[in-house]
């Protein structure tokens, strides 16, 4: 098997200007196809993401006899099965590169009558799934990981039990994996959290006519209920505008129009701490779609200063920090995150490579065990490491507009997870990038 490799290579200079709409919210897009499957009718979903995560997630449930019609232009037609019509996969689901397609599904398929068994790419064969494993083994789910608490997750489908349970970490896809198995769980099962996430489950399972309560700061739902389906219409998705939020302020002479941007609260810590750096965003036509909030931003270039950034923004902005540890690197003085140690167990360890490619480019960069301290000043040309994060590929090429020199950015092909055609539009919006591929055996 071969895989091909992609290099950005971006020449510095210019400004980002015009208008864009980015693809449309993953959080949203994996979310959609799960609960459409589990209605009993016919769901219509727009403004999907053809990214590879959520088309991971698509295929999951295709395997588990969905019928779902495209995605076409992000248009996607999912036949639902009702909560208790999916069908034992045959072999394991392979998941990629997504978190959120373990972790949620997980949850959705510990109680199921059947056994599955859920495999990812070598950054998912990493990451943490005791989280999900350990909650749900209390609701009598039977869920095993690998001695370091690793995937692949072994699942043997069987009656759960409600629980009450008060998350360790602020995690939307844990909270998220226990709500989908309180549907099939005897009783209620509620869940607190450390600090809020993103809500999107909670807003579409009542959006799918189920009932979420949240009493005293517990989430809970009652299992057995049905869903009825329903139209979404996915949002832009502020993790992807956030590139184009840091490029645009950092870029002398920058003027873009960001179109039909998710503006969920639990989303928008990137837009809070950019203006906390003295940004220049500005929020028009706010509107709710969908019971979603969304609206345009206009980001001019600005000056921006370095931060102390706020504890309680951190889990509101978690996938933005690639994006922010650029802003900070081209800001006034210091900026400092601490209380932020889930990104070490993201794609990557995004503190560790995000320090070693600003080191690189000859950025002060001091990682801490929970956050990092940057020190403002010129940013280099030359080479850095996106070791297959997605975010960290597209928020060095955005960095490449203010570089002293050329920049290549190596392994960058997981853009395609998230962010599809980023570098068109980018292209589209003043940046110089060229994608340099390479055949790897
Ligand atoms: C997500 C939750 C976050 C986020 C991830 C998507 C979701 O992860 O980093 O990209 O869709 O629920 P955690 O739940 O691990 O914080």
Known sequence: MSRRRLDFQVAPGGQLRGRARVPGDKSISHRSIMLAALADGISEITGFLEGEDCLATLSAFRRMGVTIDGPDAGRVRV?????????APEGPLDLGNSGTSMRLLAGLLAGQSFSSELIGDSSLSRRPMRRVTDPLTRMGADIHCSAEGTPPLRIH???????????????????SCLLLAGLYAEGRTCVREPAPTRDHTERMLRGFGCQVQVEDGWICVQGGQRLRPAGIEV???????????????????????LEHVGLNATRSGVVEILRLMGANIEILAAREVGGEPVADLRVRSATLHGIEIPRALVPLAIDEFPALFIAAACARGETVLAGAEELRVKESDRIQVMAEGLQALGVAAAPLPDGIIIRGGAVGGGEVEARGDHRIAMSFAMAGLVAGGPLCVRDCANVETSFPGFAALARGCGLSLVEAHKELP
């Open 79 to 87: 036949r639902g099965v009702g909560l208790r019509g999916l069908q």
């Open 157 to 175: 489908g069987r009656a759960l039990q409600g629980l009450r349970y008060s998350m360790p970490v602020a995690s939307a896809q844990v909270k």
């Open 235 to 257: 949002p832009a998705d502020i993790s992807s505008v956030a590139f184009f939020l840091v490029g645009a302020s950092i870029a002398p002479g920058s003027d873009l129009l």
